[in-house]
């Protein structure tokens, strides 16, 4: 195969552009960044090793060849190579070129490659690859790995620019951040309840209290914060269980001394935080207010099984509420009714203790306290002598907690 058509390969330029459309699909997403340890010189100046790479997303042809420009804010980048790379592992008859740079608005690396000239060569689809290996010097304070155009060796300014099936794509840049300074502490949050009704005092402006609630998903929050003496409320931030935050834009109600939430429909059943936070003109005292409306159909259930032969076991599952009363009975026609056991989310068994009430007809659990929210799994089965069948019914209810009055949070 002769060198590709709208190859423009300059005397020590090495910006690589490709022209043309064929085969290239738009799907794709191409991806640069780093990797490498998150710290380095954390007692001085130090060097040590990272790496260019590729991610490649959305199938489609792989990257044929690629000019990088590079550089390393806080740091120095003191060598370029693709020694123990996919780009050295893959390299046939192509071009090859990467230098260091320097000078004012100039520091950091550029590196240029066309996998092969002759063969037709590219780098896996829909994974990661290495392109180039880096030294890095960094240390002690924070460095910041990132791609920026224009850097210029002996030749021309180099773009980043990834070629894919005779055509040049425009990646995303993932920067890396080296002894980057740990996220602001939040406090340990405080267990309340939908219903409570909470004071807090804030210490400073920058202050923050967080509250974790549980929720069934589909639960309709309602909330009040407000700050006391005429002063506007301070900040507030919801998170999911899975600690995504929540926009409460659409939902909250704006006043000169409180915000209020009301009909936001929780995504999800777990635990749930709240932070409160201080600022400058917020008052440093404040009530909070809050109430939930979970779904009917979360909190009670009917299920019918029919029992073919004694000892048949049946599962139900059903998303528990922490801190709600439990109340299920199982009732047996033609069979007796037998409640087995109750598991937790984690599938370990739960002791029911004296809110197990068995009979002959009817088998109960009665007040017992859910201990946190999750999905549960209540195993049930109908008894009896050999060659009876029936039929087994249960009706399984969760009242939740009611609401307290709180001055302050209790730890």
Not at 12 to 40: E, H, Q, Y
Not at 232 to 238: A, C, D, K, M, S
Not at 272 to 299: D, F, H, Q
Request: charged share 15%.
């Amino acid at each position: 195969m002769n060198q590709p058509k709208g190859v423009a390969l300059l005397p020590w330029a090495f910006l690589v552009v490709f022209v043309g459309t064929s085969a290239l699909k738009p799907d794709t997403i191409f991806k640069i960044g780093f990797s490498g340890p998150d710290a380095l010189g954390t007692n001085g100046p130090a060097e040590g090793t990272y790496y260019s790479t590729l991610v490649h997303e959305g199938g489609g042809a792989g990257a044929q060849g690629w000019s990088l420009s590079l550089t390393a804010r806080g740091g120095k980048i003191t060598s370029i190579d693709t020694v123990g790379t996919a780009t050295a592992a893959l390299f046939t008859d192509g071009f090859s070129h990467h230098e260091v740079t320097n000078g004012v608005d100039n520091e950091g690396a550029i590196s240029a490659i066309i996998l092969s000239f002759t063969t037709d060569v590219t780098l896996p689809v829909d994974t990661t690859s290495t392109l180039a290996r880096l030294g890095v010097r960094a240390g002690p304070g924070p460095a910041t790995l990132l791609y920026v155009d224009g850097l210029t060796g002996v030749g021309q300014p180099v773009a980043n620019v990834i070629t894919q099936a005779q055509a040049s794509r425009t990646p995303t840049f993932v920067p890396f951040e080296i002894n980057a300074p740990p996220p602001p502490s939040e406090p340990e949050a405080c267990a309340v309840s939908l219903g409570d009704k909470v004071g807090g005092a804030l210490q400073s402006p920058g202050d923050q209290d967080a509250y974790e609630f549980s929720a069934l998903d589909g639960t309709l929050l309602a909330l009040k914060l407000k700050g006391t003496g005429g002063n506007v409320p301070p900040g507030l931030q919801l998170r999911t269980p899975q600690g995504s935050s929540i926009d409460l834009a659409p939902f909250a109600k704006v006043k000169k001394t409180s915000v209020s939430l009301k009909n936001l429909s929780l995504p999800g059943a777990g635990a749930y935080k709240l932070l409160v936070t201080g600022g400058a003109e917020a008052s440093p005292n404040y009530l909070l207010t809050l109430k939930g409306k979970a779904p009917r159909s979360r909190l009670s259930l009917k299920a019918n099984f029919t029992v073919s032969s004694p000892g048949e076991m049946f599962e139900q599952s059903f998303s528990g509420l922490g801190g709600a009363l439990l109340t299920a009975t199982l009732k047996g026609k033609k069979i007796t009714p037998d409640i087995v056991e109750l598991l937790a989310p984690n599938g370990q068994p739960l002791s029911l203790g004296g809110a197990l009430i068995p009979g002959a007809k009817s088998t109960k659990i009665q007040g017992w306290t859910i201990p946190s929210t999750g999905a549960y799994v209540l195993r049930v089965r109908g008894s009896g002598p050999e060659g009876s069948s029936g039929a087994l019914t249960l009706t399984l209810k969760q009242k939740p907690a009611q609401g307290r009055v709180l001055a302050e949070c209790a730890e």
